[in-house]
């Protein structure tokens, strides 16, 4: 599975936008970058997903390198309902599955 | 709303028995169904694909015969923990893809927390 690389943890105040990174140098050119997130004692959700251009969506959104080795997600007005963990995940056609990372641990403070 | 669920949503039992955990797709068909386990602070463990009219898949290093999955119809998987012990205690969680893309997208359940005493 091709592994994604992300901070441990972020902190951010509130209403104001955050940028999490993630590294995946060893994406290959059908993998998507999914992004989804973890409140505590939750299920994740899905935040948002793409493949090679920018995505727009009213939760984040999504900046692909061009060389797709790094993506960036967006959250551009923080609230305290986004404290979670954040996972960066490549999905490929082929396995059909979510690999989970270890993921970013997003702290907002008021 | 909620289009995973899970029941129970927590339970506690006594060690060497057998608990049932179930996933339901409240508003679409799952022919695949994903089980995960998580312990505390730490990240989602893919457990096994659950597969409708057919075996589930086990990641590697899963008992297959400790952690019986049964996919019975389109919108029930189900996890036994067979014989559990306290180390088998954690949140158990299962997803399942709702559109059947190549983009595919996971909606998960509220999760299941187990406490073996």
């Known amino acids: 599975d091709a592994k994604t690389t992300q901070p441990n943890s972020m902190e951010s105040n509130e209403e104001e936008p955050v940028h999490l990174p993630c590294n995946h140098s060893?994406?290959?050119?059908?993998?998507?970058i999914h992004w989804y997130r973890q409140l505590p004692s939750q299920g994740p959700e899905y935040v948002i997903h793409?493949?090679?251009s920018n995505v727009n969506n009213r939760m984040a959104s999504l900046a692909i390198a061009e060389d797709r080795k790094s993506s960036t997600l967006i959250l551009h007005r923080a609230t305290l309902r986004d404290a979670a963990v954040y996972y960066c995940?490549?999905?490929?056609?082929?396995?059909?599955?979510?690999?989970f990372g270890q993921g970013t641990r997003l702290t907002i403070n008021p | 709303g909620a289009v995973v669920s899970q029941h129970p949503s927590r339970v506690i039992c006594k060690s060497g028995t057998s608990v049932k955990i179930e996933c339901r797709s409240l508003?679409?068909?799952?022919?695949?169904m994903f089980w995960y386990r998580q312990f505390p602070k730490q990240s989602l463990m893919l457990m096994a694909t659950?597969?409708?009219?057919?075996?589930?898949?086990?990641e590697q290093g899963v008992e297959k015969d400790k952690f019986l999955i049964n996919h019975a119809s389109l919108t029930l998987s189900t996890l036994t923990v067979t014989s559990a012990h306290p180390e088998d205690s954690s949140f158990y969680i299962c997803?399942?893809?709702?559109?059947?893309?190549?983009?595919?997208?996971?909606?998960f359940g509220p999760g299941t927390r187990l406490l073996v005493l």
């Open positions: 997803s399942a893809p709702k559109a059947s893309t190549s983009q595919e997208t996971q909606y």
């Open positions: 060893t994406i290959s050119g059908t993998d998507y």
């Open positions: 793409g493949l090679t």
């Open positions: 995940i490549l999905y490929s056609q082929g396995a059909q599955k979510l690999v």
């Open positions: 508003d679409f068909q799952a022919t695949t």
């Open positions: 659950s597969n409708e009219g057919s075996k589930a898949t086990y």
